[in-house]
């Protein structure tokens, strides 16, 4: 079991920047794949980044690419989602995840409950 709490989003103008963390419980967060999805309001919601459980892996959809970069700390437990040159579309509600039954599958065992990111025009 991992418990996942999300941190660091807030109200942005168009290219602007945000950093999201997640912070995770437990002593296994260093061994999970992690993940950040987004929901917009009446959208689905969407993939954005991936991370091996190590770091030296990462994955992103091509919207992201340039923009967003996923990192993590396993020694503090903690992923994090910097996000730069931030567009009106980039509003929604981030969630991370862990645990993703496997590489590249967008079906994670564990979410936060999700920080919410407006960026203004």
């Known amino acids: 079991q991992v418990r996942l709490v999300e941190s660091g989003g807030g109200l942005v103008q168009a290219g602007g920047s945000l950093r999201l963390s997640c912070s995770a419980s437990?002593?296994?967060?260093?061994?999970?794949?992690m993940g950040w999805f987004r929901q917009a309001p009446g959208k689905e919601r969407e993939f954005v980044a991936a991370?091996?459980?190590?770091?030296?892996?990462?994955t992103y959809p091509d919207f992201v690419k340039g923009r967003f970069t996923i990192s993590r700390d396993n020694a503090k437990n903690t992923l994090y989602l910097q996000m730069n040159s931030l567009k009106p579309e980039d509003t929604a509600v981030y969630y991370c995840?862990?645990?993703?039954?496997?590489?590249?599958?967008?079906?994670?065992?564990?979410w936060g409950q999700g920080t919410q990111v407006t960026v203004s025009s």
């Open positions: 437990g002593r296994t967060f260093s061994t999970y794949t």
């Open positions: 991370i091996s459980s190590s770091g030296g892996v990462t």
């Open positions: 995840a862990a645990d993703p039954r496997y590489w590249g599958s967008k079906q994670y065992n564990y």
